[in-house]
Nanobody
Framework: QVQLVESGGGLVQAGDSLRLSCAAS????????MGWFRQAPGKEREFVVA????????YYGDSVQGRFTISRDNARNTVSLQMNSLKPEDTAVYYC?????????????????????WGPGTQVTVSS
């Protein structure tokens, strides 16, 4: 059974940084891309960033480009999201997600339906 568990959320002020982590278990982590999505109250789930299975390519949503950085450690089965220069509009529940496509080498990651495993989410609140 695949499990994803996020950690690292919290309450910060605008301009601060925060690092989220996601621990994965239950399948060969290194064969699958990983992504982060977020959802604010009353809004649809939004693509934040994804990293391919080998870790050499990352894809960022427009709203976080240049501020957020994704990384993965295939030896530790973890994926991390470094968030810098946080803004109040970054406030949301952040979800870690596992790609459904094994060793996928394309660049399409922005649709939630492409991911078949999800963590329970971690709240990030950025105050102004």
């Amino acid at each position: 059974q695949v499990q994803l568990v996020e950690s690292g959320g919290g309450l910060v002020q605008a301009g601060d940084s925060l690092r989220l982590s996601c621990a994965a278990s239950g399948r060969t982590f290194s064969r699958y891309g990983m992504g982060w999505f977020r959802q604010a109250p009353g809004k649809e789930r939004e693509f934040v960033v994804a990293i391919n299975w080998s870790g050499d390519r990352a894809y960022y949503g427009d709203s976080v480009q240049g501020r957020f950085t994704i990384s993965r450690d295939n030896a530790r089965n973890t994926v991390s999201l470094q968030m810098n220069s946080l803004k109040p509009e970054d406030t949301a529940v952040y979800y870690c997600a596992g790609d459904s496509r094994e060793r996928y080498n394309g660049g399409t990651f922005s649709r939630p339906t492409l991911f078949n495993y999800w963590g329970p989410g971690t709240q990030v609140t950025v105050s102004s």
